[in-house]
Structure formats: structure tokens, C-alpha cells
């Protein structure tokens, strides 16, 4: 199973400020889905990124697949209060079939009014 | 949102004492999911279902059955509860229409073993 790692842990800024989240592996993957997860409630799909050097939009949240297919970024502009949350990031392991997802750890945000 | 409901949606029980969650969805998907979800661990696959009375094991899947007898019931059930199984509990659904397998979750469920 890749080893999927998600940077910062944990983030708190204030509104109005932009901010980088990450999800690297060393290996390459086939596709990478970012998640929001708000407290108390279950996580919920943001986008999928399958082509290597992909951007998708998503109103204020940029998503990035790199080149390689290695990592992938989530950038949000202008952050919000209701931006709070845990963003995951899941891929589909090679091994085992595609029915599975591995998920990364999470980057906490907490964005301060 | 993707109609998926779980009950309870808290729980606490004893130490040894037999408990069984339950999911159920409305949107007809052939895969159903079993998550739990704890600090520093993440999200972490227990079992999961691709169709009705056809499972496999997960992650972590020591100490837990399912059971799905409908396309729609997804049955969790902790033989023996133990406090390492305090935990939250998520169940998703996925159709698999797109090969990245982009999964819909219910609201979870906090269980507490005293």
C-alpha cells in the first residue's frame, strides 16, 4: 500500500487569507480525490483529479494533480469560516481491486473569524 | 447529497456486550462501506460490501461481521465489544460508475465502550 501523506496536520489562519494544503506519495497514482470532512458530519467529496498537471476549480478551492502523478494540492483563496474543517485525500490502491480507497490522515483547518 | 442514513447515531455500551449498526441508503449503489475513524489514524476500511450477501474484510477487520441481506441495509455488529473499539463509525456508498470509485458517507455513529 502507498504511503499517503497529508501536510500541514493541523492549520488555523485568519478569514481572508490564502492557504496551500498538500498530499504526497511516493508512488504514482492512478487517480487522487480530495474530500471536506466538517465537524460532527461525514466526510464529503470535493473533486478527482485524474490526468497528470490537472487543475480543477471549485468557487475559491484550486486542486492541482502534479506532473508526475505523485502529489496533488488543494489551495483555497480567501479562506472562510465555513472553509473549517478536515480535508482528506483518498486514492484507489493497486493492489486488491479498484473497490477500495486509502485515506491520508487529514489536514485539519480551522479558519478564525 | 446521496441518501445514506445510519442509526444510532450514539451509542454507548459495556465492555462485552454484543452491538450491531446500521446502514441504510436510498440510492440503489451496489458497494457499501464500513470506516472507522480515530485520532492519528485516520479513516481506516473495516469491511465492505459488492453486492447483497457478498462481503470482504477491510484494514482492521478483527472483531467485526457485516451482513447485507438488501441492497439497501449494510449491518456492522461488534461480537464482543472492547473499548479499542470506541470509536466513530462511518458507513459510504459507491456506485462505481467512475473507476475512481467516488464514495458518498452517512453521518456517523459515536460509539463508546465503558
Known amino acids: 500500500t502507498q504511503l499517503l501523506e497529508q501536510s500541514p496536520q493541523f492549520l488555523s489562519i485568519q478569514e481572508g487569507e490564502n492557504l496551500t494544503v498538500y498530499c504526497n506519495s511516493s508512488?504514482?497514482?492512478?487517480?487522487l480525490q480530495w474530500y471536506r470532512q466538517e465537524p460532527g458530519e461525514g466526510p464529503v467529496l470535493l473533486v478527482t483529479?485524474?490526468?497528470?498537471?490537472e487543475v480543477k476549480k471549485l468557487k475559491r478551492l484550486t486542486f492541482q494533480f502534479g506532473d508526475a502523478r505523485k502529489d496533488s494540492s488543494l489551495h483555497i483563496t480567501a479562506a472562510q469560516p465555513g472553509d473549517t474543517g478536515l480535508y482528506l485525500c483518498?486514492?484507489?490502491?493497486?493492489?486488491?481491486?479498484?473497490?477500495?480507497?486509502?485515506f491520508g490522515k487529514g489536514t485539519k483547518l480551522t479558519v478564525n473569524p | 447529497d446521496a441518501g445514506i442514513t445510519q442509526s444510532p447515531r450514539h451509542k454507548v455500551t459495556e465492555t462485552g456486550t454484543p452491538v450491531t449498526l446500521r446502514c441504510h441508503q436510498t440510492e440503489n449503489h451496489r458497494y457499501m462501506y464500513w470506516y472507522r475513524q480515530d485520532p492519528g489514524h485516520g479513516l481506516r476500511l473495516i469491511h465492505y460490501s459488492y453486492g447483497v450477501k457478498d462481503t470482504d474484510k477491510g484494514e482492521v477487520s478483527d472483531g467485526y461481521s457485516v451482513s447485507r441481506s438488501k441492497t439497501e441495509d449494510f449491518l456492522l455488529t461488534l461480537e464482543s465489544a472492547t473499548s479499542s473499539q470506541t470509536s466513530v463509525y462511518f458507513c459510504a456508498i459507491s456506485d462505481r460508475t467512475s473507476y475512481s470509485n467516488e464514495q458518498y458517507f452517512g453521518p456517523g455513529t459515536r460509539l463508546t465502550v465503558t
Open positions: 508512488s504514482v497514482f492512478s487517480s
Open positions: 483518498a486514492y484507489i490502491p493497486t493492489q486488491g481491486g479498484s473497490e477500495k480507497l486509502v
Open positions: 483529479v485524474v490526468t497528470g498537471g
